[in-house]
């Protein structure tokens, strides 16, 4: 499982309030990731993460903030969750080897905004 | 950006027959391309990838074929099995970073 745990697993919460999600590793990997996954769309990248304090957007970051202030840990934040933000939330890591970078992915959060 | 389009969003197969979906990306300088198999309340799992330097990967019953010029690449299931039944997603990316951009998944299933 490469070392990934994500929280909470599941949330149920409502409108207009904040959600962090969390996303720990404990393989000390340089890169690490937040998609969502919905019906219809497959996976898309929110954020990423090439080092503490070193972050960046992916294709859908509106309404999504992350930080990383150790390498372990990689938090996505939802300042005011949306509806439309109901979704599952996976976080991955990129595991470096001779052969080149693979991409491995965690159990996955699963948000619902009411 | 990326983009990459699978197909068949469906595909059923008879248990003991070839299946195999298809993946085209826009982006010439994407390098990296992995597959995921995701059963139904679980994280995608990497079945197989290939990297642009050749151009297929066999492992046991999955293959995979790469062609750059035309820009898409396949994976290829033998002797297909009912525990083979799941989506299936291809992917791209280039550069170091590692960003994936997803197909949109192809739903296997096999008939026993």
């Known amino acids: 499982d490469a070392g990934i745990t994500q929280s909470p697993r599941h949330k149920v919460t409502e409108t207009g309030t904040p959600v962090t999600l969390r996303c720990h590793q404990t393989?000390?990997?340089?890169?690490m990731y937040w998609y969502r996954q919905d019906p219809g769309h497959g996976l898309r990248l929110i954020h990423y993460?090439?080092?503490?304090?070193?972050?960046d957007k992916g294709e859908v970051s509106d309404g999504y903030s992350v930080s990383r202030s150790k390498t372990e840990d990689f938090l996505l934040t939802l300042e005011s969750a949306t509806s439309s933000q109901t979704s599952v939330y996976f976080c991955?890591?990129?595991?470096?080897?001779?052969?080149?970078?693979?991409?491995?992915f965690g159990e996955g959060s699963w948000l619902t905004v009411v | 950006g990326e983009n990459v389009e699978q197909h068949p969003s469906t595909l059923s197969v008879q248990e003991g027959d070839s299946a195999v979906i298809k993946c085209t990306y826009s982006?010439?300088?994407?390098?990296?391309f992995p597959w995921y198999k995701q059963e139904l309340g679980k994280r995608p799992q990497l079945i197989i990838d290939?990297?642009?330097?050749?151009g297929e990967k066999k492992d046991q019953r999955i293959a995979v074929t790469l062609n750059k010029t035309a820009k898409h690449f396949s994976l290829h299931i033998t002797e297909t099995q009912p525990e083979d039944s799941a989506v299936y997603f291809c992917?791209?990316?280039?550069?170091?970073?590692?960003?994936?951009?997803f197909g949109k998944g192809t739903l296997l299933t096999v008939n026993p």
């Open positions: 991955a890591i990129s595991e470096s080897s001779l052969s080149g970078n693979t991409i491995y």
């Open positions: 393989e000390n990997h340089r890169y």
């Open positions: 993460s090439y080092g503490v304090k070193d972050t």
């Open positions: 982006d010439s300088a994407s390098n990296y």
């Open positions: 290939i990297r642009s330097n050749v």
């Open positions: 992917a791209a990316s280039k550069g170091s970073n590692y960003k994936l951009t």
